[in-house]
């Protein structure tokens, strides 16, 4: 049966999940188009897709899509997808953010998290919400495959560097190379403050990104990238 009213109950319902609040109640989100409902349905995450056709599980007309969507031009496909299950941290490379706001920052650092070969991503508590519509686009998909958690970094950290991590922090003053160690995690600091004074502390060393003296600075989720290529040439 096709759904054609905006006022629908499960129309509002999927609408609400455009809410942090409400994706947190019930530990789903929405995603939009082809490419990310395939990466989905690879790791069994979707529960219901919603089109055009009678080929989704529900049909819909195009003013509903246009509802749900938060794209401005639309989209033709929506899917209903359960959160992703956070797992132990695993890998040698970790990448820890303390802060990070941005949401095309987290996308584009979860993708090259996935492209250079982290085996973990922890955010800090105070991250941008990893289920933000911004956060899953810019990430074309790769938020399916990697893991990511969400953990207070002060009890954290210590936890890692008990199982063997050595910790970087991403300062304006420090090595230019990640030693020999065995297993490394480096932080990325929030957009405009950096990292908190409390959380360089827990840190062993820093590591600089060698540049153009022109140059002040780069944007967290660049920065994050490089780091994360030269780790994994390392390897």
Known sequence: ??????????VKTWNKLKEKKYRDETGLFLIEGDHLIKEALKRNLVVSTIG???????????????????QKS?????????????????????VILDGIQDPGNLGTIIRSAVAFNIGTLILSQDCVDLYNDKVIRSSEGMIFNINIVRKNLKEIIPEIKLSGYTIYAATVDGDKT??????????????GSGIKKEILELCD???????NENCE???????????MYELGGRR
Not at 178 to 191: R, S, T
Request: hydrophobic content about 35%; glycine content about 4%.
């Open 74 to 94: 639309g989209t033709n496909e929506i899917a209903i997808v359960k959160k992703i299950e956070e797992k132990e941290i695993t890998g040698d490379n970790v």
């Open 178 to 191: 990640f030693d020999d160690d065995k297993k490394i995690a480096f932080i990325i600091g929030n957009e």
């Open 217 to 227: 600075s780069l944007n967290a989720g660049v920065s994050a990238s490089i780091l």
């Open 205 to 211: 060393k820093n590591i600089t990104i060698k540049m």
């Open 1 to 10: 049966m096709k759904i054609e009213s905006l006022t629908n109950n499960k």
């Open 52 to 70: 055009l056709t009678s080929d989704y599980d529900y049909e819909v007309t195009s003013e509903i899509l246009k509802k749900l969507s938060c």
